[in-house]
């Protein structure tokens, strides 16, 4: 499976953009990138995935290098609620029909 | 989008016992996913459930301890054998996931505490 690096953790402050970082050097072209969060006590949900353009949704955006090697999730506007564990992951045709969850980065959100 | 359902949510169970979770789906899928969240650990796949074959499990986990059922497209059912502590984990169950580019769901999860 191809592997992603994430921070371990990220602190924001309540109302202020967060900018969550992902490595993914050995992508492949048709690799899809997702992202999913886990708020507490919950199972991870979807965020926003995509493979080459950047993307928007009601929930964040995704920003893609032009080289595919990393990747960005941007939340516009962090609540309290979006403290979570954010999971980066990657997914082909060639990983079967499941996700390969990593460690994952933990917000923090300061009121 | 698909809603799952999972039952229970939590329990306490004594080591040597089984515990049964119940997935249900509120729409027809062809593969369910199990998968066990160890405390402060990411969620690790236990097993694939395609309805009318046997379940294919990943590396380190094992038919007996973990058996699966899959009696129609909105149903599954995993069952921890021989509990031990080291089982006490949130179990979860999740669908979806077709292709490079499709969602997966997941159900709330079980918490499992064995003493």
């Known amino acids: 499976d191809a592997k992603t690096t994430q921070p371990n953790s990220m602190e924001s402050n309540e109302e202020e953009p967060v900018h969550l970082p992902c490595n993914h050097s050995?992508?492949?072209?048709?690799?899809?990138i997702h992202w999913y969060r886990q708020l507490p006590s919950q199972g991870p949900e979807y965020v926003i995935h995509?493979?080459?353009s950047n993307v928007n949704n009601r929930m964040a955006s995704l920003a893609i290098a032009e080289d595919r090697k990393s990747s960005t999730l941007i939340l516009h506007r962090a609540t309290l609620r979006d403290a979570a564990v954010y999971y980066c992951?990657?997914?082909?045709?060639?990983?079967?029909?499941?996700?390969?969850f990593g460690p994952g980065t933990r917000l923090s959100v300061l009121p | 989008s698909a809603v799952i359902s999972q039952k229970p949510s939590r329990d306490i169970c004594q080591r040597g016992t089984s515990l049964t979770i119940q997935c249900q789906v509120d729409?027809?899928?062809?593969?369910m996913f199990w998968y066990r969240q160890q405390p402060g650990q990411s969620l690790t796949l236990i097993a694939t459930?395609?309805?009318?074959?046997?379940?294919?499990?990943e590396s380190g986990f094992v038919i007996d301890k973990f058996p699966i059922s899959r009696p129609n497209l909105t149903f599954s059912t995993l069952t921890v054998s021989n509990m031990s502590p080291e089982d006490s984990s949130i179990y979860l169950c999740s669908v979806g996931g077709q292709g490079s580019a499709g969602e997966q769901y997941f159900g709330p999860g079980t918490r499992l505490t064995v003493t």
């Open positions: 050995t992508i492949s072209g048709t690799d899809y």
């Open positions: 729409s027809q899928v062809t593969m």
């Open positions: 995509g493979l080459t």
């Open positions: 992951i990657l997914k082909g045709y060639n990983y079967g029909q499941n996700f390969v």
């Open positions: 459930a395609n309805q009318g074959s046997e379940a294919t499990y």
